[in-house]
């Protein structure tokens, strides 16, 4: 506890450091760094609200990601810097935290503003960006911020509330969890608790415990078919039909019908649309209920995919871009009256060659299905959040940069899962050194991309452009490594 108090002290000296010279900018004319200044003693503040956090003796795994989060995850140290004084402390409103989530990320981006100079504007002037009243009314807060800390003595919190903590900061960074965090009923609850926000955190963790546990023994129920225990419960009751589509293989009928002769509970057939498209039949048991179908259901469909990407290295999806190179139906030229082809170059699009889904694709998707854990783990969340903004990027809306960085955190998350990361901290947190083993012709960008996606993430100048290319060749980093640990899993089954 000593060390805790320690560290924390540390922060709230420097976050009075910079609260200082944040005075000192803006005495002398220079608002957007005083800003900067002001934004970083938030940060620090939040940053000492994370270490006493993240020091859980018992959650060893999150109080490590939590602790990376406190170095590197500024909006993250804003929100708990505005938010965590008051846990436990005061009532709070669902809307209260939603306040600070916008107002964590808003003080962090207009940060930004205020001290790059944006190369995509003609005229940038980062001074011009922030105010004297905005740097003023930030340092105020910061000011007050920085007050209570101080007067803030470090409390034991109890065991489950320190693990509650510890859960809601990893969950609360889940783009799917959050969804349910956030929901009607979770803010009916709390509402019901007064705004105990510690009471409502271990109302959250117990909820998403209950639904894993049961997600995890219906599945494994379904999958194992033993039979020997309640031939009732396993008699199929729930067919659920799916359809993906690829951009990277065609689907030719025989090769599937080769898999759906020796499986009859998931069944691949190719739709009868031009695009290629794989419908899925899956078959789910009775001891399923109706309120648990969706979420079940879900979740293996989600496995089933991400698997099948992973085994092909290709791309299915519920659905893929459609307006890739252009946005209009036609252009005109009036004075000629000829039509006009005009599009962006290179086309929102990867040659993925001509490829055919085979049965050795299927099968070997479908072993892999069978080895990745029930509990669909953080590193195939983030993969298949990838994936899906793939799907969503067109000249609408651009995602190769964030495509890009996903891809990079679902192989962190990777390692850390198959406990990789010791490997390669030895060797000073190089990701290369693992991919000498696994597939030489990868260590190219397996060079490269870790280095761009960090600088991404920090927001430092990047020099090359992200192309899908890039997000593909980054895909395929992840899905060899996948490949790998599994492959390990299934040949010490064999032995």
């Given at each position: 506890?000593?060390?805790?108090?320690?560290?924390?002290?540390?922060?709230?000296?420097?976050?009075?450091?910079?609260?200082?010279?944040?005075?000192?900018?803006?005495?002398?004319?220079?608002?957007?760094?005083?800003?900067?200044?002001?934004?970083?003693?938030?940060?620090?503040?939040?940053?000492?609200?994370?270490?006493?956090?993240?020091?859980?003796?018992?959650?060893?795994?999150?109080?490590?990601?939590?602790?990376?989060?406190?170095?590197?995850?500024?909006?993250?140290?804003?929100?708990?810097?505005?938010?965590?004084?008051?846990?436990?402390?005061?009532?709070?409103?669902?809307?209260?935290?939603?306040?600070?989530?916008?107002?964590?990320?808003?003080?962090?981006?207009?940060?930004?503003?205020?001290?790059?100079?944006?190369?995509?504007?003609?005229?940038?002037?980062?001074?011009?960006?922030?105010?004297?009243?905005?740097?003023?009314?930030?340092?105020?807060?910061?000011?007050?911020?920085?007050?209570?800390?101080?007067?803030?003595?470090?409390?034991?919190?109890?065991?489950?509330?320190?693990?509650?903590?510890?859960?809601?900061?990893?969950?609360?960074?889940?783009?799917?969890?959050?969804?349910?965090?956030?929901?009607?009923?979770?803010?009916?609850?709390?509402?019901?608790?007064?705004?105990?926000?510690?009471?409502?955190?271990?109302?959250?963790?117990?909820?998403?415990?209950?639904?894993?546990?049961?997600?995890?023994?219906?599945?494994?129920?379904?999958?194992?078919?033993?039979?020997?225990?309640?031939?009732?419960?396993?008699?199929?009751?729930?067919?659920?039909?799916?359809?993906?589509?690829?951009c990277s293989h065609n689907i030719k009928q025989q090769e599937l019908d080769k898999f759906n002769r020796i499986n009859n509970k998931i069944q691949f057939n190719r739709g009868t649309s031009e695009d290629a498209q794989l419908i899925i039949t899956r078959t789910l048991p009775k001891a399923i209920t109706l309120q648990?179908?969706?979420?079940?259901?879900?979740?293996?469909?989600?496995?089933?995919?991400?698997?099948?990407?992973?085994?092909?290295?290709?791309?299915?999806?519920?659905?893929?871009?459609?307006?890739?190179?252009?946005?209009?139906?036609?252009?005109?030229?009036?004075?000629?009256?000829?039509?006009?082809?005009?599009?962006?170059?290179?086309?929102?699009?990867?040659?993925?060659?001509?490829?055919?889904?085979?049965?050795?694709?299927?099968?070997?998707?479908?072993?892999?299905?069978?080895?990745?854990?029930?509990?669909?783990?953080?590193?195939?969340?983030?993969?298949?959040?990838?994936?899906?903004?793939?799907?969503?990027?067109?000249?609408?809306?651009?995602?190769?940069?964030?495509?890009?960085?996903?891809?990079?955190?679902?192989?962190?998350?990777?390692?850390?899962?198959?406990?990789?990361?010791?490997?390669?901290?030895?060797?000073?947190?190089?990701?290369?050194?693992?991919?000498?083993?696994?597939?030489?012709?990868?260590?190219?960008?397996?060079?490269?991309?870790?280095?761009?996606?960090?600088?991404?993430?920090?927001?430092?100048?990047?020099?090359?452009?992200?192309?899908?290319?890039?997000?593909?060749?980054?895909?395929?980093?992840?899905?060899q490594y996948i490949l790998h640990k599994l492959n390990d899993l299934v040949n010490s089954d064999k032995h």
């Amino acid at each position: 506890m000593d060390n805790i108090q320690a560290k924390r002290l540390h922060c709230i000296q420097h976050a009075n450091n910079m609260l200082n010279a944040s005075k000192i900018m803006l005495d002398n004319g220079f608002p957007n760094i005083s800003y900067h200044l002001a934004t970083l003693s938030l940060e620090e503040i939040g940053k000492s609200v994370m270490i006493v956090i993240g020091h859980v003796d018992a959650m060893e795994a999150q109080k490590n990601k939590i602790l990376k989060q406190a170095i590197e995850d500024h909006p993250k140290k804003i929100f708990w810097a505005l938010w965590g004084p008051i846990v436990g402390k005061q009532p709070i409103t669902p809307k209260e935290i939603e306040h600070y989530k916008y107002l964590s990320s808003h003080i962090h981006q207009k940060r930004m503003e205020g001290i790059y100079v944006d190369p995509n504007e003609v005229n940038s002037e980062p001074h011009e960006k922030i105010s004297i009243d905005e740097a003023s009314s930030l340092i105020s807060l910061v000011e007050a911020r920085v007050r209570m800390e101080e007067a803030t003595k470090l409390r034991q919190l109890d065991e489950n509330i320190k693990n509650a903590l510890c859960w809601f900061c990893d969950t609360e960074k889940d783009p799917l969890k959050i969804r349910y965090i956030y929901s009607e009923e979770s803010r009916s609850k709390l509402v019901e608790l007064k705004g105990n926000v510690e009471q409502w955190i271990l109302w959250l963790k117990q909820q998403f415990d209950n639904a894993d546990k049961k997600s995890k023994e219906l599945l494994e129920l379904e999958l194992t078919r033993t039979g020997e225990h309640d031939k009732d419960k396993l008699m199929d009751k729930w067919k659920i039909k799916w359809k993906l589509v690829s951009c990277s293989h065609n689907i030719k009928q025989q090769e599937l019908d080769k898999f759906n002769r020796i499986n009859n509970k998931i069944q691949f057939n190719r739709g009868t649309s031009e695009d290629a498209q794989l419908i899925i039949t899956r078959t789910l048991p009775k001891a399923i209920t109706l309120q648990q179908l969706h979420r079940i259901a879900w979740d293996d469909a989600r496995m089933l995919t991400a698997a099948i990407n992973i085994a092909i290295k290709g791309y299915f999806w519920w659905h893929i871009p459609r307006d890739i190179s252009k946005f209009y139906d036609t252009i005109t030229d009036v004075e000629s009256k000829a039509n006009v082809k005009t599009e962006i170059s290179p086309q929102l699009s990867v040659d993925w060659g001509n490829k055919v889904l085979t049965d050795n694709d299927i099968r070997t998707a479908f072993m892999y299905y069978s080895y990745i854990p029930r509990k669909v783990p953080n590193f195939i969340d983030t993969y298949l959040m990838a994936i899906s903004l793939m799907a969503k990027n067109d000249i609408h809306t651009r995602f190769e940069r964030t495509i890009f960085v996903y891809f990079y955190n679902a192989l962190l998350q990777a390692i850390n899962f198959y406990k990789d990361y010791m490997f390669i901290k030895a060797c000073n947190w190089d990701i290369v050194k693992i991919f000498h083993s696994i597939h030489p012709d990868l260590i190219k960008m397996a060079t490269l991309y870790p280095k761009i996606a960090k600088d991404v993430m920090h927001n430092r100048v990047v020099k090359e452009e992200i192309t899908l290319t890039d997000c593909v060749g980054f895909k395929i980093l992840f899905d060899q490594y996948i490949l790998h640990k599994l492959n390990d899993l299934v040949n010490s089954d064999k032995h």
